[in-house]
Structures are given as C-alpha cells and as structure tokens.
C-alpha cells in the first residue's frame, strides 16, 4: 500500500512501511558498514569507521556478516567482502576528503548526507567549529543508527539534525524544520543513494539542491551510466552479493533509464567533474581495478561546485 507526497510539483509514491535497515533498500546501509567495518581494520586501511562493526552486530539482518577480512575464507578473493568493500572504502576515503576540503576551503559550515543510512562522519570526522550535519534518511534507519551509537556513548563532533523524511516525499521541508539556512553555502552529499531513487525523485532532488545552494555550495553523487542494469547481472559482484547475504542489489535499484544529473546541473551554471572510482585507487595505491564483466564500470562519482 502506498501514498503520495507532492515535492516541487512531482507526485511520488512512497511506502507507508519503513523497516528500517532489517529489509529492503535499508539492508544496503548495513552493507556498506559491514563494508567499512573491514576497511578499518586492514592493516593499509583508506578510512577508519570504529563504528561501524557495531551497527552489523546490532542488526539481525548482518549480526552473522564477516567485519574483518580474517573472517572471510577466501579474503581479498571473494568478490563481496573483498573487491566490493575496498570500493566502499575507496568511496568513503574519496568523499571524507571532499567533505573536508569543502569545509576548509569554501568556508561551508553547512553538510547535508542524503540517504545518510549508517554514515558516522558526524562522529568521525574533524569538523570547523560551529559545523552541523544533516542527516536525511528514513525514520527508522536513523532510529537504529541513534539507537547503536547511544549504546556506545559516542560523541559526535559537529552538531548533529536527524531528518527522518523519505527522499521520494517533501525532504526539503523537512531540513527547513530543524534549520537548514538556505541563505549560508552548504556542502551536499548523495553516497550510494540516487540509483534508489526513481528518476523523477533524482531530477526533484538535484533541482531542490540548486534551489537550496547559495554561490560556493558543492556537491558530490554517485551514479551507475550504464544504460542497461542487467548487462552486468551475471557480474561477480552482484552475484556474490545475492549469494552471500541475500541482497540483490539489481532488485533495490531502480529500473528506468537515469536523468543526466551532471547536465542538468551544468545547465544551471554548476562546474562539474566525473570520475571513475578507478581514478582514486591509483591514486591511493590501493582499491578496485576494472576487471571483465565488471558491475562497477558505469559507476562514476561526480562533483560539482556552484560558482
Ligand atoms: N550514504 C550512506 C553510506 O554511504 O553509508 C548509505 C548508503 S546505503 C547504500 C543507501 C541509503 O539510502 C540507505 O540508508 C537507505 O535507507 C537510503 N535511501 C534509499 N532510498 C531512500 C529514500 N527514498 N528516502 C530516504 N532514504 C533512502
């Protein structure tokens, strides 16, 4: 059953059950941070997450999922806990140094994490002082979050705004209610999110972050090119996926052909780059390369900055 919630003129249909991380597109927060829970303890690690093994203990859906290598029969050889990880943990190394250097460099003092899920930056993180970063997901997903890391007494070190809102629905205001200051720049954030999304909710979102940013805003996304999903779907990754944890991550995605986001936002004046995750492992020294039949060929992280 569903209902609908009007956002800058589209109508989305929008789930009336949120089940939090346990299932569904939810259960993805929990693989990325089984994801970083093992990039943290290997020993040339590209980010460090302390908690993120505790929010795969604390789920029913992960408690049984490997959080270091050492757990993983076949180590850097399963495509899942090995390849797959070191991509999230590329990812979350790639986007902390864009946060940070935003910060630093444009001044923002504003970060909104849309599809936050399990992201800990808040807590992480060596923010300016006066710093305070949103947190848009569903409810329940952010509940479970506060629940763990309540449990670890963990002290965040910018000011943290929960928006529990779902990103098909009126999110924007959402962030207006606990304070986003549209007058400031702000630093946004879409990791792992926008090939969840339909694409009119993708378009509704981009649009609303131009709306919402003032000259010196920036922004960083992920997107998946390739026009066709299921050219990769007998890929190592996503079958090992399915196998391993029972995600199919082909089924959460959603299906229809995506917006040019990167157009639309230089079609408003945004400066944009694109790049391949593959980029950043050589300049790291370490992280995924191409290989065949690849599912992260098409993926691309895009940045853009609002002169
Ligand atoms: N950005 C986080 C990270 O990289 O750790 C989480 C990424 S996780 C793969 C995807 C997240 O997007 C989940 O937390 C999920 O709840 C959230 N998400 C997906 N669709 C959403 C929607 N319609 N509204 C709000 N959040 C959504």
Redesign the pocket.
């Known amino acids: 059953m569903s209902t609908a919630h009007v956002n800058g003129g589209h109508v989305f249909a929008?789930p009336q059950h949120d089940t939090g991380?346990e299932e569904g597109?939810?259960t993805?927060?929990l693989?990325?941070?089984a994801a970083?829970a093992i990039e943290t303890h290997r020993p040339d690690s590209l980010a460090r997450d302390p908690f993120a093994e505790h929010f795969v203990l604390a789920a029913s859906a992960s408690a049984g999922w490997p959080t270091r290598l050492r757990h993983v029969p076949d180590g850097d050889a399963n495509p899942l806990w090995g390849r797959f990880a070191r991509y999230?943990g590329l990812?979350?190394r790639v986007?902390d140094d864009f946060l940070l250097q935003s910060v630093r460099t444009a001044g923002a003092r504003q970060v909104v994490?849309?599809?936050?899920?399990?992201?800990t930056r808040a807590y992480r993180l060596d923010w300016p002082p006066d710093s305070v970063v949103f947190e848009?997901?569903?409810a329940e997903?952010l509940a479970f979050k506060h629940r763990v890391l309540d449990g670890l007494s963990a002290k965040p070190r910018a000011a943290r705004a929960p928006v529990p809102?779902?990103?098909?629905?009126d999110?924007v205001a959402a962030l207006a209610d606990v304070g986003f200051d549209r007058s400031a720049p702000t630093v946004w954030?879409?990791?792992?999110?926008l090939f969840?999304?339909p694409a009119d909710?993708e378009r509704s979102l981009v649009a609303a972050v131009d709306r919402l940013s003032t000259p010196g805003s920036v922004l960083a996304y992920e997107v998946k090119l390739e026009p066709d999903l299921m050219t990769y779907r007998d890929s190592p990754l996503y079958t090992s996926t399915t196998q391993q944890i029972g995600i199919d991550l082909l089924d959460l995605f959603a299906k229809e052909p995506r917006p040019d986001s990167a157009g639309a936002l230089a079609d408003t004046g945004w400066s944009t780059s694109v790049h391949t995750p593959f980029e950043f492992t050589r300049r790291h020294g370490r992280g995924p390369l191409p290989e065949e039949n690849d599912a992260l060929a098409g993926n691309r992280w895009v940045f853009a900055r609002k002169p």
């Open positions: 929008t991380v597109v939810g993805t927060a693989l990325v941070a970083r999230f990812r979350t986007l994490l849309l599809g936050a899920g399990l992201d848009v997901d569903r997903v809102v779902d990103l098909r629905a999110w954030l879409a990791e792992g999110l969840y999304l909710a």
